[in-house]
């Protein structure tokens, strides 16, 4: 089904679909498909859609339609809020709408409103009003409490991410923030889970809301898993091997310390390749700028650990690379997911050393995995595990002895005939 059957007023279609092409969208995706033509009929939605399913543009795109449509209202006044748990949430789904309203016949003026900076810039930009306002619930109260905003006209309310915002704590701001919006609006719930204190959410929040539900396995993307042995020393002469030889046009290196990102990148960098740091000391201003150069594709290759990734959406990011493995299996597949989004195939490469191999080991029997170890020729790994590392629980499973095969491993990787 093509964007121009979900019920979008065919004046604006061209240019909506002009700016949906531009960003790489062919083809609506099912959330797409199922919540547009709802969405566009004023109808209350909540949306059982995960991250990477194109929930963002599924209200993106009505949203705009409504901008347009509607009048401009008083001083102050915001028609669309969309609350959102994070920060970096925030900044994408602000992004989308001026992505896709590019080619429309007026711009929506779309402020962030966000905690962790100072007010008063949010406060500036809101004089006036704003034609959407993309907020954290805290940050939202802050603003209302100083009178920054009015929320009397507001038309679309939107959750994003209702399972986040509630596992964050925001479920009290949220209350507030619903007490104080007008009865008659449009209310649209976001959320990839359904647990039970998202149906109180609903119940108190949307009117008759049509329920829009995924399948979350036809929508799983096609992830492949690779594992590279190699050498601990030789791991970014081959990540810029593999960058140049695979021709990625970006990648998202995953490593353990905010430390390891500034040296990997420096490393990157010295060796040829347009590489940044992201990580938790970096400043706000910084962040942005490098996700920027990121996403603009200044920087082709993107450092980060895995605090610091954390809810960031990258279009097309066709790899992702555990320069060091992840910590937990938890974050293995938080790591992976962030390729291969919205249907895209998308390719995840571990990189695996003697004496990361056990931690390696144990990440796939808890996620049920078998990964074929490769190799690259020019960087074939001959480090032999050691014997403190296996047992040190960094990296290596806790109290684990070598195995008899383990030490003919390690002898066989070393040319020296086993220990007994
Ligand atoms: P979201 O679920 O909104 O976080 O979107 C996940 C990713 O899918 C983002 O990188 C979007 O840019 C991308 N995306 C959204 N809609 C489409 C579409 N129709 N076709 C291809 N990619 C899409």
């Known amino acids: 089904m093509p964007f121009s059957h979900l019920g979008l007023s065919p004046y604006l279609l061209p240019a ?11 083809q609506p995706t099912p959330v797409q498909q199922r919540a547009v ?5 004023g109808r209350d939605v909540i949306a059982m859609a995960p991250t990477g399913s194109g929930k963002t543009a599924a209200f993106v795109v ?7 449509t509607r009048e401009s209202g008083a001083a102050r006044a915001v028609p669309q809020l969309v609350l959102v748990p994070t920060r970096e949430l925030a900044l994408q789904v602000a992004e989308t709408f001026t992505a896709l309203a590019a080619h429309l016949p007026r711009r929506p003026k779309v402020v962030v409103a966000v905690g962790g900076v100072s007010i008063n810039p949010q406060m500036m930009e809101l004089r006036g009003g704003a034609d959407v306002l993309v907020a954290t619930p805290g940050r939202l109260l802050d603003l209302l409490s100083h009178n920054a905003l009015s929320l009397k006209q507001l038309a679309t309310l939107v959750l994003d991410e209702a399972d986040r915002l509630l596992d964050l704590g925001f479920g009290e701001e949220l209350a507030q923030i619903l007490l104080k919006v007008p009865a008659k609006r449009q209310t649209l719930l976001f959320s990839a889970t359904f647990p039970p204190a998202i149906a109180r959410l609903a119940a108190a929040g949307l009117r008759d809301p049509q329920r829009i539900e995924i399948d979350s396995h036809a929508e799983q993307p ?8 190699v050498d601990s020393g030789r791991r970014t002469q081959l990540l810029a091997h593999l960058l140049r030889q695979q021709g990625w046009p970006r990648a998202l290196v995953f490593v353990g310390s905010r430390h390891g990102s500034e040296v990997v990148a420096d ?4 060796a040829g390749v347009s590489a940044a740091a992201l990580h938790g000391d970096l400043s706000n201003g910084r962040r942005l700028r490098v996700l920027q150069s990121f996403r603009t594709g200044e920087v082709q290759v ?3 650990t895995d605090v610091a990734a954390r809810g960031i959406d990258i279009v097309q990011l066709p790899v992702v690379v555990n320069y060091d493995l992840p910590r937990s299996p938890a974050d293995y597949t938080h790591r992976i997911g962030r390729t291969g989004r919205a249907g895209e195939s998308g390719l995840a490469v571990s990189f695996v050393s003697a004496d990361t191999e056990a931690h390696l080991r144990l990440i796939e029997k808890r996620q049920q995995l078998q990964i074929e170890r490769e190799q690259v020729p020019g960087f ?7 014997p403190a590392a296996v047992a040190d629980g960094n990296g290596g499973i806790k109290g684990r002895r070598p195995s008899k ?3 003919l491993r390690a002898a066989a990787a070393a040319g020296t005939p086993p220990a007994k």
């Not at 909506?16 to 062919?26: H, N, P, W």
């Not at 490393?267 to 010295?270: I, S």
């Open 222 to 229: 096609e992830i492949t898993q690779r594992a590279i042995r």
């Open 380 to 386: 074939e790994p001959q480090d032999v595990a050691a």
């Open 37 to 41: 033509p709802v969405i566009v009929q």
């Open 267 to 270: 490393k990157l960098a010295k």
């Open 16 to 26: 909506l679909q002009r700016a949906l092409q531009e960003q790489g969208y062919v």
């Open 62 to 68: 009505p949203l705009l339609q409504q901008f347009i």
């Open 405 to 407: 095969k383990d030490r």
């Open 302 to 304: 993107l450092v980060a």
